[in-house]
């Protein structure tokens, strides 16, 4: 092979690749931002939504094990990712029609595709390092196209009008199945663990915990797990919010985080370089402080007057939140592990923040909106909004506080490191 048809061989898997990543997060945007409003239309409770943004936590629990113990060994992942997609598509086709006979059906039915969809996260990983050349530099360049497809995801429902409609799940539904039958055409990759003898202390970082003898590691744990508490309740519920506060096209908006989060991905190297990871998670954090405060500050329950630019403000502020929080945390955990470690480290963290931190946030923001809520004659629910995101922002300030009085760490990253860390739109997407 001359080098020009090397050239474009690799351009062919790289456009495959970029289509890829692209379909994988449009499925989960095109229903997660608005599964809330959607939920709430319908007339379901505050807990019931709380339930339904549990699932994603407890399949970022439950996926490790199927990785470790199935498609890491025995099938082809693009084999894998075809089946799975295809699946998890028709159980998003058929939560519409759950809804229809009760919200604990339609519950299952997402649980359902979750279990099928988290595991896909990592597979499209490590599909996409194994059939790239230099993993460090091609990967973010592919990986962005997730959120990119993200964003259009959430587009396409707004312009449809689909935003607290059953639509949005037939649209998702739809592209899972189209998701599924272009896995089958992937490049081939054979299952990179075949072979080796299943660990579950592998599968959820269990080899990790030796780092937990180090004072700031173990800080930065158990700070990371209780700060992804209060973190859930946007996940759960802010698109529920600005709905609330007047915004017509909540999922358009919504998109405006991932935008913000594409922009202070590429100026981190530059941040890091300055800030170090202690300030970087400080910052994070605060961004999250500051996004629930100005949620709290912009509704008016007496007159009805919401500033919605406060709304908006704290939605762009996602990349800040995302990006200086959780980004962050997988590259000073990268520097922290032994090599021999790294995985189970990574894995560690997914397992106590993602899956254990915002599974218990979901069920208690869930919990919160049922408090706060007071029935109206028509026989809705008016939310006391302010007082409810009040709650995360104090919950997060004072997770804050003990992190930086607690975390003595120095430890600094290279430009290196930040350029080959995954973008992503939110919670679990950089899955083990």
Known sequence: MTAAQSSRSGTAVAVQLGTMMFLQFFV?????????????????SGSLIGWAYSVGPIAAIVSPFFLGMVADRFFPTERVLGIMHLLGGLALLAAPAAAGVSPQLFIIAVLAHMLLYMPTLGLTNTLAFHNLTNGEKQFPLVRVFGTIGWIVANWVVSFLALDTSAGMFYVAGASGLMLGVFSFFLPHT????????????????????????????????????????????YYAFAGQFAGAVGFERIAFTMSAGQISEIFFMLVMPLCFA??????????????????????????????GNHMMHLVLIGIILHGICYDFFFVTGFIYTDKKAPVHVRGSAQGFL??????????????VAGRLVDYYSTPAADGTAVIAWNKLWLVPCLFAAGVMVVF?????????????????????????ETAV
């Open 28 to 44: 989960w945007g095109a229903w997660y931002v608005t599964m809330g409003p959607f939920m709430n239309a319908s007339g379901m």
């Open 190 to 233: 054979p299952p990179p663990a075949k072979g080796k003898a299943f660990s579950a202390r592998d599968a959820i970082g269990m080899d990790a915990l030796v780092l937990m003898k180090d004072r700031s590691f173990a800080v930065f744990i158990i700070c990371s797990f209780l700060i992804c508490i209060p973190l859930a309740a």
């Open 274 to 303: 300055r800030l170090g990871v202690k300030w970087m998670l400080l910052i994070g954090m605060g961004a999250w402080v500051a996004r629930y405060g100005l949620f709290a500050g912009a509704w008016d329950g007496a007159t």
């Open 350 to 363: 997914v397992l106590v923040t993602q899956g254990l931190g915002m599974f218990i946030g979901a069920q």
């Open 404 to 428: 930086f009085l607690f975390f003595k760490d120095r430890v600094t990253a290279t430009p290196e490191q930040v350029d080959a860390t995954p973008l992503g739109p939110d919670q679990s």
